[in-house]
């Protein structure tokens, strides 16, 4: 079972660009859809983005897309959020989870393990 631990949240000023890294333990991590997920204080946790094993696909939510790009480096079992033109309302505990799926999935039920979470918080 892969284990997965993010890194990379800050404090930012809007406009701002950063990358979030999820580090995956294991060899098969590159049998795994991989997705993001995003909770804010008092709202429900909701879909950012994923990407298919090998990365050769991915999708976004419609308020991310044009802003934030999902990747991943197989060979060093990570996948990046590289988040751009910060705005205040991507202001959440970023997770990022794996998934066993036979395609993108934006439902949380699909993704089979999480990582603890980190925080990103967006200046106005």
């Known amino acids: 079972q892969v284990q997965l631990v993010e890194s990379g949240g800050r404090l930012m000023q809007a406009g701002g660009s950063l990358r979030l890294s999820c580090a995956a333990s294991g060899r098969t991590f590159s049998n795994y859809f991989m997705g993001w997920f995003r909770q804010a204080p008092g709202k429900e946790r909701g879909f950012v983005a994923a990407?298919?094993?090998?990365?050769?696909?991915?999708t976004y939510t419609d308020s991310v897309k044009g802003r934030f790009t999902i990747s991943r480096d197989n060979a060093a079992n990570t996948v990046y959020l590289q988040m751009n033109s910060l705005k205040p309302e991507d202001t959440a505990v970023y997770y990022c989870?794996?998934?066993?799926?036979?395609?993108?999935?934006?439902?949380?039920?699909?993704?089979?393990?999480w990582g603890q979470g980190t925080q990103v918080t967006v200046s106005s």
């Open positions: 990407i298919s094993p090998r990365g050769y696909t991915t």
């Open positions: 989870a794996s998934g066993g799926v036979s395609g993108l999935s934006r439902l949380q039920n699909d993704y089979h393990n």
